[in-house]
């Protein structure tokens, strides 16, 4: 299996502009969740997805991160518009069934936000 | 609410040697999960073992093993005969699943160096 995929790898941008990142979780696996990594905050839940439905989206920051899940192959997160404090590595990651508990990351994508 | 510290922000180890990482957490759940994952410079999160909390027997992977200590809360990881590509974050992380939690609870971090 090719792991958890995510695109970009890097995204650079500027303060204002709209920024999609993307996942496409490992195939089979029913859960789907975004994480973000920064070194004030460390790694924090964003939104999980269980069956394309979101489950818990308590971690977004604020309306201007939305996340979908249109199908069971494919995920993104929405920033809109995007914040220098928005800047972070964002995880994408996938589980195949909530009481096995492992969850298989991405490589994430790097985001700055000028 | 669950948390999960490591008090060791960096670690330096010699190759070959022994090292152990702490974690400790705090629950009020019963039947829950541990984990330790790797992230290395590539910034990938690679799971390197984990340990449910109603097995206890200690969780082994190769040169990885941890030792739990369920009443002391208590979860750390040893590594044996350590490498150079063992050098990364190591991140102890918490898992319960219950009710509508999906999420794993992440420490801090403890940086490895490894020095050969």
């Known amino acids: 299996d090719a792991g958890v995929i995510q695109s970009p790898r890097h995204e650079v941008t500027e303060m204002g502009q709209e920024v999609t990142l993307r996942c496409k979780p490992i195939s089979g696996h029913d859960y789907l969740f975004w994480y973000r990594q920064t070194m004030m905050r460390g790694l924090e839940l964003l939104i999980y997805?269980?069956?394309?439905?979101?489950?818990?989206d308590s971690g977004m920051p604020e309306d201007r991160f939305s996340a979908k899940m249109p199908n069971a192959s494919f995920s993104t997160l929405k920033i809109q518009p995007s914040e220098p404090r928005d800047s972070a590595v964002y995880f994408c990651?996938?589980?195949?069934?909530?009481?096995?508990?492992?969850?298989?990351f991405g490589p994430g994508t790097r985001l700055l936000v000028l | 609410a669950q948390t999960v510290t490591q008090s060791q922000p960096e670690m330096s180890v010699q190759e070959a040697e022994t090292v152990t990482l702490s974690c400790t957490y705090d629950t009020s759940e019963s039947d829950y999960y541990l984990f330790w994952y790797k992230q290395p410079p590539s910034r990938q999160m690679i799971l390197v073992i984990r340990q449910e909390a109603y097995k206890q027997q200690n969780a082994t992977e190769n040169r990885f093993s941890v030792n739990f200590q369920k009443a002391a809360k208590s979860f750390s990881l040893k590594i044996s005969d350590s490498q150079l590509g063992d050098a990364a974050m190591y991140f102890c992380a918490y898992a319960d699943y219950g009710g509508s939690q999906g999420n794993l609870i992440f420490g801090k971090g403890t940086k490895l160096s490894v020095k050969p």
């Open positions: 997805f269980n069956n394309n439905v979101p489950i818990d």
């Open positions: 990651a996938s589980s195949l069934d909530r009481k096995q508990e492992t969850q298989y």
